[in-house]
């Protein structure tokens, strides 16, 4: 259930109705637009008495909403959600490159990767220092000492950083070190772990599980959302099917669909959607051509010996070729490359702001 | 096994060759290159002796193909396969559009879709005179009426003609209206089917089962060239997954996929890929951006009267639209769309010319 | 539409419900039961004037049908279709086996074959002449000669013989040497040949496609119905899935929900469903358990060797022991394996009679 | 790598490996089997001088593993796992029934249901008091009041209580009052939550993740097993697929051809790989006819009112009446439902034996 104010509604009539709905049980989420301010109503709202609130003064009108998610969904906040990084913005007409290597495995190897993707252009890095595998004997990352590398390569080059958190007990350390946390596709329904990152302020981009469909994806960023944290983006990251000749199937039809659905900012990854590094470029292009805010792509220095994931990563020259393909896509769209300027990135960023705070 | 000559082979060593492989029980099929010719031995292999191949007049080696499909791979066949419509080259650099309804359902109907998509830029007229459908109560299709109406469609406003056809009895009826065979994902594996379209001249455009991986898509191209058809392009129309936002998972992946496997062209459906024409055409302009050498697009001028597939398909003006944005975006990956001289289209195209006819 | 008669309603009333359905533009198929005879009204009903049927002597009420499936839905045939082969009645009590090798390789290999499936139990032989492979390459089957060598098992052992048909023009051929015809699942949607099958009175065996719901294998179905052959039954033989440890996942699941919406037997195929040997004993006992009203099992002397599917066939003594596990589980579900009387199998069947043929 | 010892091999021999194992700096786990020992290694096992095992008192022969599994190989372990629980053994002829609701509703509801399920002859009440919804606004359980609800069950009626957990801090809470912690379907790759229950001396079921592959499903429960609990019990409870006529497609392949591959026991979930209340008594007896070691099935005394699940419950007269059916089937396949003695369940269970203990 959607309350639409008014235009010209005043911060006390506001007010006035967020405690009413506190009164009655739900959970009130304002959220306040350019033109005007609607509360989203969450929770139980069997108790509700909708005709009390349309005699409210302020109050215009109220609409239901069918999907089953409310907060993500388009109708709940008809503009699209950008999330601020200082100089960066995710969501609006410049696309964002995330690249790195898929696991950090030493120092050596993520600096002269953070040099490389940040001479190619890109803006974020990226680098797992917690790893979900498949296997218990398989690589699994080299924790806190990971977080610190990130770190390191932060200061050096002025990228953000973008890590995966695994377990609602780690979110304060890896927040406290990244710039973006990352769900992983496996624990796109880990729900304590939703409700983990739904309680801080970092941005969070949310992967779309193997197995899920994109309404599943939704309700899982309602999640983060209902928590308190608007500050969530999606990334389509391939999905299981029969065929064999690619590790996943790249379903690029979430780009528009989603983007219909839903006012969160929408990534891809055309490294784990194909798990083939000769498909990354193309399906980097068409990715850019089918509507994404941004990319995230696998570089490492020496694919043959990564640890994780080499056969979908790219060189560092081939990534720098593909970003020069990208942008000519990206204006084809009307888009452009991000630019951030140099002295936007602070030593450490603080929590951002509540994409949605209130105007005063 | 691929039996490679000489650049400087004269036509009566390969001659010798052909005759040879047909004397060990086994097919020849010469594949008459720019550089050189290469003979894929088919068949029966077993009782070819090798080393006396290699001793022949201009044999330079023998390589083995290890995928289980031979004509259709790029290591038999390095070089695109480009199919000639009189002006019209398919597989090149410049990309052709196909559009129409899905239907053939009256003659106002058609011509006036055709006219439109004429206008707008479009190559190929497509439309189902014959229609696979589900249920023995559906709309079968107008049969022989609509292909008499695509032809005159054809007269009046110069678009090459593409329809399905669906049983083996029916080919020489539909091969003599149509200027493209199209072999629909229901009949992907309809081997007999498959065997009567190999022996036309026509060029067939065959599309994905929406079961079937790319290498059986693959194989059953090889039973087309098998036959001695070698104007073939493949068609990714989706395939089906779990999920349920749009009608099917369209498999971009498989366009630089296939690109690779394959020397055959390349052509990409967005409407049935997604069976909703919001999302067409982000994902029209995806698919170019992917490498597609051509479009399938459905384009009906009222689609909530359409007796197939209406929510698919884009009115004119929209696909007017987004052929312009295409079009961009053909620009910014170096490639551009098809322009045909006006002159260009006979007034009934005879069986055109093999793409691999001999040098002499 | 579904016309309802009163029990004791005539034929010359019946045969005027009949004549007004036909006049009306529609088809009418008459289901004659024990109690009562109902007119399934197919094709086009929008002209049919309901009220004028319900004002006709001897008409009870009018129903609809909410399945996109009419004449194989259990509504409007709600007691089971019992298929008779002479001595063998398929879709009651009795449970039927059906086995053999995947082809018929040679005389030897399937006289030896026939000779144990039948001293172990089995009642018809399978055995595939005509053979639909994803290969142009693989073994296509002896063709005639391999159906000459069915009929002659079929004398020598008193098996009936099932054998896959793949084209309409091979329908005649194939009817003539098979008692009855199968539709393999590549075909299940070959509606071409849906078409022939249901013009000639063999009974069919129509196998789900591995990647067709099983709303779509009723629709099938119903071609064949509509066409005039009521003697049709289901196979169950497997979808295809990501898992890769079997070739296909057994969709068990569809037994009892297709016993619910169809009135048609359904066999279970555990050979394909699994590939298998070692997982199809158990597979087939759960087949039963669930509801199957026969087996089709994979057989082969010496699996090693075989031309097709070897992995998936059980030797003769496997095969055996399974039966006699299988008739344990049958009987605990108040079911039991066929006897048929040894005389029953004539030199030659007839075109067995219509399952639902008129009363009189 | 697996070192297998000489049957007659001493506990110092024994103890001579294990160190030595571990100053190469891998993981040893000994398995010790009726006629012999074998010591499986793990982790890190480059740095491991075969030769020197090989050369040491008791050893007999060292073998590879070929799975990406190896604690949860039958290879390692060729015995069957039986989980003990007091009166009831899990994992040899005898098979158990868990039953109960998706979720605990309320007391009443939930002693209702027990009493049911304990007069039907279930042996372990299931019932969820944290529950993993896709929506953050549905009923997500009734937390500790659901377990202390459990536990009263538990001592009224005799019944064991399996139930969920759903993060790693709430491992120890769940363990107190449940006999077997449960890892739900979703949860399945988490891997912060397998270690946790790894950590355990609690028996384990962990659910087959929707779309997870047999072979992803052991290397989880590898996880587990590594962590040092070996008493896991795997449970296939349906997989994702494109059939929409039942909620997920059961996947009964799985019991075959896990029992190949694991000595864990296999429990079968019809409710949920079914979704639908009238499929699940003949799947319930085909699980048991595949060859499952026990059966999960949900109760609700009212499925109409259930708050999770209810189209999938069976009533409780209906449920009796199926383990009827189940245990004829079971004895046809020569096994038979689990009898406990009434004293066997004590006041509240110990943390029960390790399954693999010494055997000094």
Redesign the interface.
């Known amino acids: 259930m959607i309350i639409v104010l008014k235009p010209d509604s005043t911060a006390a009539e506001i007010g006035a109705v967020i405690a009413r709905v506190q009164e009655s049980g739900a959970t009130p989420h304002p959220i306040y637009g350019i033109e005007r301010t609607v509360v989203a109503v969450?929770?139980e709202t069997r108790h509700v008495d909708r005709e009390a609130f349309l005699k409210m003064p302020g109050v215009e009108k109220i609409t239901s909403i069918s999907a089953?998610?409310?907060l993500a969904s388009r109708e709940s906040h008809p503009d699209d959600t950008v999330i601020k990084l200082n100089g960066l913005r995710i969501g609006e007409r410049e696309i964002v490159i995330m690249a790195g290597p898929c696991s950090v495995e030493s120092r050596s190897q993520l600096l002269e990767t953070a040099h490389a993707v940040k001479e190619a252009g890109a803006h974020i890095l990226r680098g797992g220092a917690f790893k979900?595998?498949?296997?218990?004997?398989s690589f699994q990352g080299l924790g806190l000492k990971g977080l610190e590398i990130l770190a390191e390569a932060r200061e050096l080059y002025g990228l953000y950083i973008i890590t995966e958190v695994?377990?609602?007990?780690a979110v304060p350390l890896v927040a406290e070190y990244a710039d973006i946390l990352q769900i992983g596709a496996?624990?796109m329904?880990?729900?304590?772990l939703l409700h983990a990152v739904g309680r801080v302020q970092r941005p969070v981009m949310l992967k779309r599980g193997?197995?899920s469909?994109?309404?599943?994806l939704l309700?899982?960023a309602?999640?983060i959302l209902?928590g308190g944290n608007y500050n969530v983006m999606l990334c389509e990251r391939g999905?299981?099917?029969?065929?064999?000749?690619?590790r996943n199937?790249?379903?690029?039809?979430?780009?528009?669909?989603l983007k219909?659905?839903t006012h969160l900012p929408i990534i891809a990854d055309p490294s784990h959607?194909?798990g083939?590094w000769?498909?990354v470029p193309?399906?980097a292009?068409?990715?850019?051509?089918?509507?994404a805010d941004g990319l995230m792509i696998e570089v490492h220095p020496r694919p043959d010996e990564a640890l994780s994931d080499g056969p979908q990563s790219l060189k560092p020259e081939r990534f720098a070729e593909t970003l020069r393909?990208v942008k000519?896509?990206a204006?084809?769209?009307d888009r452009t490359l991000s630019t951030v300027p140099a002295e936007a990135l602070p030593l450490r960023s603080p929590a951002p702001a509540d994409a949605h705070a209130p105007l005063a």
């Not at 695994?166 to 007990?169: A, L, N």
């Open positions: 969450v929770g089953p998610y409310k979900p595998r498949s296997s218990p004997y695994m377990t609602p007990q496996r624990n329904q880990n729900f304590g193997m197995m469909s994109m309404e599943e309700m899982s309602e999640y209902a999905i299981r099917t029969f065929e064999k000749y690619t199937t790249f379903d690029l039809n979430a780009v528009p669909v219909q659905l959607a194909t083939r000769d498909a193309a399906m292009l068409a990715a850019v051509a089918a509507g393909r000519r896509v204006e084809a769209v």
